[in-house]
C-alpha cells in the first residue's frame, strides 16, 4: 500500500512512522520535514499528504504534528479525506470501522515507538463497516459543505 507519510518536524516517531511501514511492506510517500525538498509547516505538510490520497496517489496517510490536532485540522479541509487524530489502537481500529477513516493523524508529543506500533496494528487491522447506517454516516459527512 503507498502512504503519504507527513510531519511538521523529525522529533518524536516522525522518522520511525516511516520505518515502521516499510517493515509492514508498505511504500511511504515523504512530506513535509520527512521530505528536504517541501515546506515543513504542518499545513502544508498534512495537505499535501491529505491531496496524496485525494486525488489517487496513496491509499492513505498519516500526518503528524506536536499535538496531532493542527495536522488532522489541515488533511480535513481537503474534499474526500476523513482524519482522525488517534493516541491508541482502539481509537485507531473504531476510526477505519465506523469513521472510513483515510488518514491518521498522530501527535508527535505523546506518541512512543511502542504505541506507534500498537495503534498501526489497530489501524490496519481495521475494515470500513458495511452496516447501512454506519454507511448513510460517512455519506452524509462527506456530504457537509
Given amino acids: 500500500m503507498r502512504i503519504a507519510v507527513a510531519a511538521d518536524e523529525l522529533v518524536g516517531v516522525a522518522e520511525a512512522v516511516v520505518e515502521e511501514l516499510r517493515s509492514r511492506g508498505h511504500e511511504p510517500l515523504p512530506h513535509g520535514a520527512l521530505n ?3 515546506r515543513a509547516d504542518w499545513a502544508w505538510s498534512s495537505e499535501a499528504a491529505a491531496r496524496a490520497v485525494a486525488d489517487g496517489h496513496a491509499d492513505q496517510a498519516i500526518v503528524c504534528c506536536w499535538t496531532g490536532t493542527g495536522a488532522s485540522i489541515a488533511a480535513n479541509k481537503v474534499p474526500g479525506v476523513r482524519a482522525a487524530l488517534c ?7 473504531g ?3 465506523w469513521n472510513d477513516a483515510n488518514v491518521l493523524a498522530l501527535s508527535l508529543r505523546l506518541t512512543s515507538a511502542p504505541l506507534l506500533t500498537e495503534i498501526l496494528d489497530g489501524w490496519f487491522a481495521g475494515e470500513p463497516s458495511e452496516d447501512a447506517g454506519d454507511r448513510a454516516n460517512i455519506t452524509h459527512v462527506d456530504e457537509i459543505s
Fill in 36 to 38: 528536504p525538498g517541501e
Fill in 87 to 93: 493516541a491508541d489502537a482502539e481509537t485507531a481500529r
Fill in 95 to 97: 476510526a477505519r470501522k
